[in-house]
């Protein structure tokens, strides 16, 4: 039989928002492996599997005592936060796993932050959206100006991620800056604290407001389209329905009925 590792999506840790197939794979695994802040989240859920973790920054050593525990027979889980293909390790290991045509790997999705961050905030990326992530660990900044530009001029709606770290308390601010460059101080826009996690804070605000705000790395930041509005306390960006609204007179205080058309038919 080949040796076999499964890449597992984690959500934001909490088992009712994990996936039914993430749950049974951390069930069914002999060891899981992961960051020490995310094995810390599993909880006593899973406590009877073996747990190996590593910190941050030790991620192709992660990958490869995964590969080294699978070899061994033991049925591997891999942990990542959200989606382990969004920012996670799915990639890197595919890349190792060449070195290992015997182990088969196999990707286990999860609720990304861009999902359950606009779940609290309400619709923010109900139309065309990008991701853009503001780490500069392996992506030169250069190059995350651009696509921050290139997906302003688009008019997309944005989901950022790792707005800021200890070592990156101003990224955020010079994101906005660019962003002003082509977007309205007043431009709708939201971010989410914690998400899925105990002391979960969602705000939503202004550009302006935003450049100023106070966000670690546990921090999704979602800015609007050009049709994004606040509804409610919620950030909201149309998908495009051209609502008609009819009195219906037959009622006896008479009503009014919402009726939702896309556009184009």
Known sequence: MR???????MGPGREDMMTVEAVRALEEADVIIGYTVYIRLLGERFSGREMISTPMRQEEERCRICFAEAEKGKRVALVCSGDAGI???????????????????????????????????GAPLNHDFCAVSLSDLLTPWEKIEKRLAAAAEGDFAIVIYNPASHKRKDHLRRACDILLKYMEEGRPC??????????????ACTLKELREAQVNMFTTVFIGNSGSEIVNGKLITKRGYQIERDTDICGDNGRTEAVGMPVGG
């Open 3 to 9: 040796n076999k590792i499964c890449i597992v999506g």
């Open 87 to 121: 920012y996670g390790l799915a990639s890197l290991m595919y890349e190792i796993g060449r070195e290992y045509p015997e182990t088969e790997l196999q990707v286990v999705p999860g609720i990304t932050a861009a999902s359950s961050g606009a779940a609290v905030l």
């Open 190 to 203: 939201g971010y989410v604290e914690n998400i899925g996690r105990e002391g979960t804070k969602a705000v």
